[in-house]
């Protein structure tokens, strides 16, 4: 029920005066607004979750997460910096 | 990178369970509350169960909204849709979820104007199509869904449009994860914790359970690798005495989580003083209601509420199978009287529910041993 999925913002207009997207997911299109990341534009990923889009995926943190996997020994130091006494 | 298939890379799946066996051992028994019903479901979707080592037990928590919502609400909610010219919108989740006279769509048969929404958008949609009907938006979810909800009651007021209302279920998650770790036949090590749910609220609100509760606290993505690697992290954390919170999905969940969906949230609700869930009992402060400034569009300050409260079965030991007292089929009712065709309890009405997760899930494989075998 809390899933969201990720599409890529194809296009973005402003209907009646707020902020919506089409958003593609695999071979679908669908409808998006926007007004809870008003700094996502065209090309960017989005978490999208009844309609309304409520994170930007941040690439470079996929990429990282994914190279700790990869490099399970790295997994350590990489770690280190998510935890809360880093914030 | 798409973002779903590279964390379903089955090479790295097995190098990431080997890492777990050997931080695991098998000195120690380890007991992790999955919270969000989305990692339950992917548990069983996965069949992340049979790669883990024994020791390691996934106890499956109370984040499934359908599961928890009481079945009085459900019928209060039809009650109201009875009234002449009401539209009764849901999403498609609520569809099949049994009220004593029946479900949504067994009402929608018998007459009842029943939509299915994608979104609380359409919903509004709908009301301004149906000019001359009430369209009462019958809302669910955590701190995911309620912004959405939120701003579409935003909306609502600023289009002047007057005929549609919310029937606010929504609830909260960290009161259900203190009612959890309250009661005093719990005994947990850690918590995989939701990861839609903080794209909204953050890394934050889990500090305390890692500073007072002394247990550590993964924020997890929903893919096989990101839970996978979310059980490495707890288990380094458990193994060196640490607890922490720790955020695995960062590629989606910022540790502030998101200002302006929170923000609409504090716009139109307020905490319930008490809200029951179904299986745990009544919580304080564990339910948002929409606040004094947009009572136009909420459902139970426009229309008499009958208020009915429906017990679950003696027999029913939802609450015990939520705390992970229980394990699903222990339920003296697991799989006779309740199946998730005729769910009893709260825990087999939906596939996210860790009783029909269980039971899809085990079973489909049990029929497929005994179809080999017989083969
Ligand atoms: S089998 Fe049914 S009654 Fe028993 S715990 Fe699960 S949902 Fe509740």
Redesign the interface.
């Known amino acids: 029920m809390c899933l969201a999925i990720p599409g890529q913002i194809i296009e973005v207009k402003e209907i009646g005066g707020l902020r919506s997207a089409r958003v593609q997911f695999g071979g679908i299109v669908r409808q998006v607004c926007l007004d809870f990341v008003p700094e996502a534009a065209a090309g960017d990923y989005v978490m999208v979750h009844v309609g309304f889009a409520i994170t930007k995926v941040d690439r470079l943190e996929a990429e990282r997460t994914f190279r700790a996997l990869q490099e399970m020994e790295g997994l350590e130091d990489e770690l280190a910096s998510s935890s809360s006494e880093s914030h | 990178?798409?973002?779903?298939d590279?964390?379903r890379e089955p090479e790295?799946i097995s190098?990431?369970a080997d890492?777990i066996r050997r931080l695991a051992g098998t000195e120690r028994h380890y007991r992790m509350m999955e919270v969000?019903?989305?990692h339950t479901h992917a548990i069983y979707r996965f069949g992340l169960k049979d790669i883990l080592p024994e020791n390691i037990e996934l106890i499956h928590g109370p984040?499934?909204?359908?599961c928890v919502l009481p079945m009085g609400r459900i019928d209060d909610g039809l009650a109201i849709a009875h009234e002449p010219d009401v539209i009764f919108a849901a999403?498609g989740?609520m569809m099949r979820v049994p009220g004593t006279q029946g479900s949504p769509l067994e009402h929608k048969a018998r007459g009842m104007d029943v939509r299915i929404v994608?979104?609380?958008?359409?919903a509004l949609k709908l009301a301004r199509l149906n000019p001359e009907k009430h369209v009462m938006f019958f809302a669910?979810?955590?701190e995911?869904?309620a912004?959405?909800t939120a701003?579409t009651i935003m909306?609502a007021r600023s289009e002047g449009i007057h005929n549609f209302s919310v029937f606010c279920n929504h609830v909260t998650i960290i009161p259900a994860i203190r009612a959890i770790l309250d009661s005093p036949d719990m005994r947990l090590d850690a918590f995989i914790g939701?990861?839609?749910?903080s794209?909204?609220i953050g890394?934050r609100p889990y500090?305390w359970i890692?500073h007072n509760e002394r247990k550590p606290i993964v924020v997890s993505g929903?893919e096989p690798?990101?839970m996978l690697?979310s059980i490495?992290?707890l288990l380094?954390q458990l193994n060196a005495g640490e607890a922490?919170?720790?955020?695995?999905y960062?590629?989606?969940?910022?540790?502030e989580g998101?200002r302006?969906?929170l923000k609409?949230m504090a716009e139109v609700f307020e905490l319930r003083p008490y809200f029951e869930w179904r299986g745990l009992g009544f919580i304080s402060q564990s339910a948002l209601r929409i606040n004094d400034k947009y009572a136009e569009f909420d459902t139970e300050q426009r229309f008499e509420v009958p208020g009915i409260r429906v017990t679950d079965p003696k027999a029913a030991q939802c609450g015990e199978v939520l705390k992970g007292v229980l394990k699903p089929h222990q339920c003296k009712l697991f799989g006779r009287e309740c199946t998730p065709e005729h769910p009893i309890g709260a825990l087999m009405v939906?596939s996210?529910g860790s009783c029909a997760a269980y039971y899809n899930y085990e079973h489909r494989k049990a029929a497929m041993v005994t179809l080999s075998l017989a083969g």
């Not at chain 2, 990178?1 to 779903?4: E, K, L, T």
């Not at chain 2, 994608?118 to 359409?122: Q, R």
């Open positions: 990178m798409r973002f779903v590279e964390f790295l190098k990431t890492e969000c019903g989305g984040g499934c909204p359908v999403f989740d994608y979104s609380p958008a359409d669910i979810g955590f995911t869904t912004p959405s701003l909306r939701p990861g839609h749910v794209t909204v890394c500090e890692a929903f690798l990101d690697q490495v992290m380094r922490k919170v720790e955020n695995q960062k590629r989606v969940v910022p540790w998101n302006a969906a609409a939906s996210e």
